[in-house]
Structures are given as C-alpha cells and as structure tokens.
C-alpha cells in the first residue's frame, strides 16, 4: 500500500488550497478513504473521509462547511478541497485508508496558514 499526498503550502488566512493523495497497492475503489492532520504539539485528528463509491461523506465538526473531500476512483485519487483557511487549519496533512486490522498513512503534506 502506498498513498503519496501533495498540494501543501503556505498559505493566507481566508485562502483555499486543493490536497491530493494518489493511491497504490490496493484496491482502492473499495476502500473508504480518509484526511487527518496533526497541529505542532497536537495528536493526530480526524479531518475527513468518503465512502468507497463517494457518495457518503463525514466531516469533523472544525472544517465543516469548509472542507470538501472527493474521489476519482478511475484516477485512484482522494482530494481535499479546503476553503477559507484559518490559522488552526496549520497541520501536517494525512492521506489514510485501513485494511483488516492494518492502518496505512502517507507521508504527509504541509499546510500553513498565516499572514
């Protein structure tokens, strides 16, 4: 399994910014997928994720209705479109999706938001 995420940068409060995560090694248009990001001295957290056919989605309470994540199975891609990003939104982002007992996690893309 492999996920590769991109499209971290820094960026100004009230900005957007597009990340994607590129999957390989597993069936991914069975799998949920999922974001998480870590704050700098934060635990990791819940950020989004979609269904393996896209058409359920869940967000945590801090992005919602401002995050959008999507998925283009052909593509074997998962995105996270971010819209007016605040200075809490400052996180290493993860691309996440989990077989069996196994969790597997990207390397992570950074996102700053500041002025």
């Known amino acids: 399994v492999q996920l590769v995420e991109s499209g971290g940068a820094l960026v100004q409060p009230g900005g957007s910014l597009r990340l994607s995560c590129a999957a390989s090694?597993?069936?991914?248009?069975?799998?949920?997928m999922r974001w998480y990001r870590r704050a700098p001295g934060k635990d990791r957290e819940f950020v989004a994720d979609?269904?393996?056919?896209?058409?359920?989605?869940d967000y945590a309470d801090a992005v919602k209705g401002r995050f959008a994540i999507s998925r283009d199975n052909a593509k074997r891609m998962v995105f996270l479109q971010m819209n007016n990003l605040k200075p809490e939104d400052t996180a290493l982002y993860y691309c996440n999706t989990r077989s069996g007992p196994y969790d597997y996690w990207g390397q992570g893309t950074q996102v700053t938001v500041s002025s």
């Open positions: 090694g597993f069936t991914f248009s069975s799998a949920t």
């Open positions: 979609i269904s393996s056919g896209g058409g359920l989605t």
